[in-house]
């Protein structure tokens, strides 16, 4: 597949989620003369079971979804570039510690302990990025962690250490730039997964609250209606599939570009 499919996906996705508030829409008007209307002239993807228009409803949830997988893949990738890349440097009771907590937080399933946590922070969009924050560091401290154990011994790397710099030079200089390319991939792939994750805890009530939009709440909501107004859940199921879709195949393709042969999920 071309990549400029995937990649006019998902910057539609990014402008809807950027400019949407700036835009001519009303995702909160109510019109009890148009509920659950079908798709036409009025609202070209319909209407919700409060006569509130899907496409509008759609753009708002556009921007939820960006927001938190942007939030989340910047703190999840930053504290685990940061807590793995120091324990495979400084080794010892530190790479021992962090090893540890690793092997537990992944003894669980992410989605569970995210929805674990969301329950006890309560909903609320905030929350539900720190949830999964708290969930999706593990995957960049495991992989920062091999990478930097691998590279820290090469010869450059000691080169620096005869010449007397820092630990702070050498990680910056010397280590995480060789690191950040399968950190990138792991990162892209976070995406597609944050997105999931979001709608998921927003379908089960733990996201967006009334009446702000999330594609999940959107999908949850019009479940109930399925059989008399089927755009209700196909509208956001759809974008939803498409924005997962083109993330990863980005991905793939970022990492056969970068020549990465890390796991990632």
């Excluded at 092997?103 to 949830?131: M, Q, S, T, Y």
């Excluded at 924050?133 to 495991?142: E, F, K």
């Excluded at 590279?151 to 820092?166: E, I, W, Y």
């Amino acid at each position: 597949m071309k990549v400029w499919l995937p990649a006019g996906v998902l910057l539609l996705w990014a402008l809807l989620a950027l400019f949407g508030p700036w835009l001519p829409l009303s995702p909160d008007q109510i019109d009890l003369q148009r509920i659950l209307a079908a798709p036409g002239d009025t609202a070209w993807l319909g209407a919700d079971d409060l006569g509130r228009p899907v496409w509008d409803r759609l753009v708002i949830g556009a921007r939820t979804s960006f927001l938190v997988a942007v939030w989340v893949v910047i703190l999840s990738a930053g504290i685990g570039a940061f807590l793995g890349t120091l324990a495979a440097y400084l080794g010892g009771w530190w790479d021992l510690l962090t090893v540890r907590v690793i092997d537990i937080f992944l003894a669980f399933p992410g989605i569970l302990l995210a929805i674990a946590l969301a329950g006890i922070l309560g909903p609320g969009v905030d929350n539900v990025i720190v949830a999964l924050s708290v969930v999706g560091w593990v995957g960049y401290a495991r992989l920062a962690r091999a990478q930097v154990l691998s590279l820290k011994h090469r010869d450059h790397v000691q080169a620096a250490v005869a010449l007397g710099a820092g630990r702070g030079r050498i990680v910056v200089r010397h280590l995480l730039p060789l690191a950040a390319a399968p950190l990138i991939v792991e990162a892209t792939f976070g995406i597609a997964g944050t997105v999931i994750s979001e709608a998921g805890l927003s379908f089960l009530g733990l996201g967006v609250q009334p009446p702000a939009a999330s594609w999940g709440s959107m999908i949850r909501d019009g479940t109930r209606y399925m059989l008399v107004a089927p755009h209700l859940v196909l509208a956001p199921g759809i974008a939803l599939m498409l924005v997962v879709l083109s993330v990863n195949l980005l991905g793939d393709r970022l990492r056969d570009r970068l020549d990465v042969r890390a796991e990632h999920g």
